[in-house]
């Protein structure tokens, strides 16, 4: 049966939760988050386990979702959360993510931090057999300069090539998450690149491109110029297919690895193995810091009188239950998140508090002159309650809200939830509280999130966050002269003793929950070590694709 908790809008939550997900399966069967020990594979799970057989090699099927709306230009963000596939990119993150080569040999950064000297491998080729150059590289740097997309080199002066293998390139101050930027942006081939490139991708990496039925699936094979492991698959498709029909397929064993939520990670089809992936792919309530009153150069509104005020955050942030909401929303499959980046190394535990703590959050209300009558709290005539979004359509930030304002009724605190489109969250999320998700390998999160130069900047600090120390701890961790060297300065920007966003200190965030991403993947399919996965659930499983290998015959 359902777990019931003393909130009853989390045991609701929960309820809608799987209601919404379509295949009708009971909450009561809830598992452990641990991977099933493998049974004894049998003749009829074998030959249902086999991938397709075609002449000359195997061929895989995956359904993974992360179909990219862009397109797989990595100028316009592809390959941010997971493998590029297609092209390669200068670094590379490892399965306990050092940063290493990949198409760099030596990366050099100088003394003011100002300029990386880069050598790149000799003999590299791009899918079409053209010689991969460090003309490119500068090319890929400065076409991403130029563009409106999702990257962000506002800190990238210039790119230029030295010589067929070394590349200069100058930044316009010292900014030391650049080095993430290398390994996350894939090299585009500059004889080739044009406007329909996202549509029809081409690199060095260790695929090449086959076809792209846009909503339906895309088909890669392995290229044959990569310089690195050799794919042992002679054809990948991947299927973006919504869940009911994922589920059918793995019964089916027409798919080898599928991507699955909570309320079916009990329901493990015979010739798959559940598989648990620990993530920093997190969820958390965002405050707006300002009182109302003003707006953004475009009339969006800034401020809420009743978040502004410091009680109303620290109340909230020590009174939920993140224990609950994890067994109670997710089932179990994730861990309570007190911060952007949890268990990272520039995470700083220092920042946490207790929660659950119902009475210590009545305290910070009543010495911050919020009064209860009749079981709701106002000050100076202005009742304490106000509005959190959420994405329409997202089922867990529905019942993570749902549970949220449940938990905090009884401080007097009335949270009023409403499931809007993106376009509506852009407009107001300067003015309300939102549950957005977030979760990186790269500490420039942290920077966007909490930095007083970002208030308003896209989706970042949408709440005007501005604290000068924080602040300033920020900038001494993009001027450290090396990635270790600025670990410290990371940590004291989320709390340095004295203060930080957090919850010792000025509760911007209530972060909720970390998710775990859930899998089903074939018995015989071995996909290596795994990664702490970032935000998006499904495609970051991908990062070593080109190193999984079969192990039956």
């Given at each position: 049966?359902?777990?019931?908790?003393?909130?009853?809008?989390?045991?609701?939550?929960?309820?809608?939760?799987?209601?919404?997900?379509?295949?009708?399966?009971?909450?009561?069967?809830?598992?452990?988050?641990?991977?099933?020990?493998?049974?004894?594979?049998?003749?009829?799970?074998?030959?249902?386990?086999?991938?397709?057989?075609?002449?000359?090699?195997?061929?895989?099927?995956?359904?993974?979702?992360?179909?990219?709306?862009?397109?797989?230009?990595?100028?316009?963000?592809?390959?941010?959360?997971?493998?590029?596939?297609?092209?390669?990119?200068?670094?590379?993150?490892?399965?306990?993510?050092?940063?290493?080569?990949?198409?760099?040999?030596?990366?050099?950064?100088?003394?003011?931090?100002?300029?990386?000297?880069?050598?790149?491998?000799?003999?590299?080729?791009?899918?079409?057999?053209?010689?991969?150059?460090?003309?490119?590289?500068?090319?890929?740097?400065?076409?991403?300069?130029?563009?409106?997309?999702?990257?962000?080199?506002?800190?990238?002066?210039?790119?230029?090539?030295?010589?067929?293998?070394?590349?200069?390139?100058?930044?316009k101050k010292a900014h030391i998450t650049f080095v993430n930027s290398m390994a996350t942006i894939g090299i585009v081939p500059k004889h080739y690149y044009k406007d329909d490139y996202a549509a029809n991708p081409m690199g060095s990496g260790p695929f090449k491109f086959v076809n792209w039925n846009k909503g339906q699936q895309l088909v890669i094979e392995p290229n044959?110029?990569?310089?690195?492991?050799?794919?042992?698959?002679?054809?990948?498709?991947?299927?973006?297919?919504?869940?009911?029909?994922?589920?059918?397929?793995?019964?089916?064993?027409?798919?080898?690895?599928?991507?699955v939520t909570p309320s079916v990670a009990g329901t493990v089809p015979e010739n798959m193995q559940k598989l648990v992936v620990q993530s920093v792919d997190n969820r958390g309530m965002m405050f707006p810091m300002l009182p109302a009153g003003s707006k953004t150069k475009s009339g969006k509104p800034i401020g809420n009188d009743v978040t502004a005020d410091p009680a109303?955050?620290?109340?909230?942030?020590?009174?939920?239950?993140?224990?609950?909401?994890?067994?109670?929303?997710?089932?179990?499959?994730?861990?309570?998140?007190?911060?952007?980046?949890?268990?990272?190394?520039?995470?700083?535990?220092?920042?946490?508090?207790?929660?659950?703590?119902?009475?210590?959050?009545?305290?910070?209300?009543?010495?911050?002159?919020?009064?209860?009558?009749?079981?709701?709290?106002?000050?100076?005539?202005?009742?304490?309650?106000?509005?959190?979004?959420?994405?329409?359509?997202?089922?867990?930030?529905?019942?993570?809200?749902?549970?949220?304002?449940?938990?905090?009724?009884?401080?007097?605190?009335?949270?009023?939830?409403?499931?809007?489109?993106?376009?509506?969250?852009?407009?107001?999320?300067?003015?309300?509280?939102?549950?957005?998700?977030?979760?990186?390998?790269?500490?420039?999160?942290?920077?966007?999130?909490?930095?007083?130069?970002?208030?308003?900047?896209?989706?970042?600090?949408?709440?005007?966050?501005?604290?000068?120390?924080?602040?300033?701890?920020?900038?001494?961790?993009?001027?450290?002269?090396?990635?270790?060297?600025?670990?410290?300065?990371?940590?004291?920007?989320?709390?340095?003793?004295?203060?930080?966003?957090?919850?010792?200190?000025?509760?911007?965030?209530?972060?909720?929950?970390?998710?775990?991403?859930?899998?089903?993947?074939?018995?015989?399919?071995?996909?290596?070590?795994?990664?702490?996965?970032?935000?998006?659930?499904?495609?970051?499983?991908?990062?070593?694709?080109?190193?999984?290998?079969?192990?039956?015959?």
């Amino acid at each position: 049966m359902p777990r019931h908790f003393s909130y009853n809008g989390l045991a609701l939550a929960s309820a809608t939760l799987a209601a919404s997900l379509f295949l009708g399966l009971s909450a009561c069967s809830k598992q452990e988050p641990a991977a099933p020990a493998k049974p004894e594979a049998t003749a009829s799970t074998q030959s249902a386990a086999k991938p397709q057989e075609s002449a000359g090699g195997k061929r895989l099927v995956l359904a993974l979702k992360g179909e990219p709306e862009q397109g797989f230009d990595p100028i316009k963000g592809w390959g941010r959360y997971g493998n590029p596939l297609f092209q390669s990119t200068l670094l590379r993150r490892t399965e306990k993510l050092d940063i290493v080569g990949d198409l760099a040999t030596k990366w050099e950064l100088s003394k003011d931090g100002k300029t990386w000297t880069v050598t790149i491998r000799e003999g590299v080729k791009f899918a079409d057999g053209a010689p991969l150059t460090a003309e490119d590289v500068a090319f890929t740097f400065e076409t991403g300069k130029q563009s409106a997309g999702i990257l962000d080199l506002t800190s990238l002066e210039s790119a230029r090539a030295l010589n067929p293998t070394t590349v200069e390139i100058k930044l316009k101050k010292a900014h030391i998450t650049f080095v993430n930027s290398m390994a996350t942006i894939g090299i585009v081939p500059k004889h080739y690149y044009k406007d329909d490139y996202a549509a029809n991708p081409m690199g060095s990496g260790p695929f090449k491109f086959v076809n792209w039925n846009k909503g339906q699936q895309l088909v890669i094979e392995p290229n044959p110029h990569y310089y690195g492991n050799k794919p042992d698959f002679e054809r990948i498709t991947f299927l973006y297919t919504a869940e009911d029909a994922t589920m059918a397929a793995a019964r089916a064993g027409q798919v080898q690895a599928a991507v699955v939520t909570p309320s079916v990670a009990g329901t493990v089809p015979e010739n798959m193995q559940k598989l648990v992936v620990q993530s920093v792919d997190n969820r958390g309530m965002m405050f707006p810091m300002l009182p109302a009153g003003s707006k953004t150069k475009s009339g969006k509104p800034i401020g809420n009188d009743v978040t502004a005020d410091p009680a109303i955050r620290k109340a909230i942030d020590i009174a939920i239950d993140r224990k609950k909401l994890t067994e109670g929303v997710l089932s179990g499959y994730g861990s309570p998140a007190w911060g952007v980046a949890d268990g990272l190394p520039w995470d700083n535990p220092e920042q946490r508090l207790s929660d659950n703590d119902m009475e210590g959050a009545k305290k910070l209300l009543d010495a911050g002159g919020w009064v209860e009558k009749d079981g709701k709290r106002s000050k100076n005539g202005k009742p304490a309650r106000f509005t959190l979004l959420y994405p329409a359509g997202d089922n867990v930030r529905q019942a993570l809200a749902m549970a949220v304002a449940d938990m905090v009724k009884p401080l007097g605190i009335q949270i009023d939830i409403a499931g809007k489109s993106w376009d509506d969250i852009d407009r107001d999320m300067h003015s309300n509280a939102v549950l957005f998700g977030w979760g990186s390998h790269d500490p420039l999160e942290v920077y966007h999130l909490y930095s007083a130069t970002m208030a308003g900047v896209e989706y970042y600090n949408a709440g005007y966050y501005s604290n000068p120390v924080v602040s300033e701890h920020l900038e001494k961790a993009q001027q450290a002269p090396t990635f270790e060297a600025s670990l410290p300065h990371w940590k004291n920007a989320q709390w340095d003793g004295k203060t930080g966003p957090g919850m010792k200190g000025d509760a911007y965030w209530a972060w909720l929950v970390n998710l775990n991403h859930i899998y089903f993947v074939n018995k015989c399919l071995d996909i290596g070590p795994r990664q702490i996965e970032p935000h998006g659930h499904g495609y970051p499983l991908t990062w070593n694709l080109q190193d999984w290998k079969w192990t039956c015959q």
